[in-house]
């Protein structure tokens, strides 16, 4: 099973997040900051043997 990182705009603040399903992960004050750090979970969770994968939910594209 694969462990899903997204990336997201929270329209209610001014803000991004990164959920990994239904939980919120973590807070940026940008997109570009976002996408990184769920670049690097998505790599330390490969590093430990899991499938993971970093998807932007506005667009829904794969990112990494």
Do not use: K, P, Q
């Not at 997204?6 to 807070?27: I, M, N, P, S």
């Amino acid at each position: 099973m694969s462990i899903l990182f997204w990336v997201c705009r929270d329209e209610e603040e001014v803000r991004w997040l990164v959920t990994v399903g239904d939980l919120a992960y973590g807070e940026y004050l940008s997109e570009e900051l976002a996408i990184l750090d769920a670049i690097d979970l998505a790599n330390d969770a490969r590093m430990g043997g899991d499938i993971a994968e970093v998807w932007h939910r506005g667009t829904s594209a794969r990112l990494y």
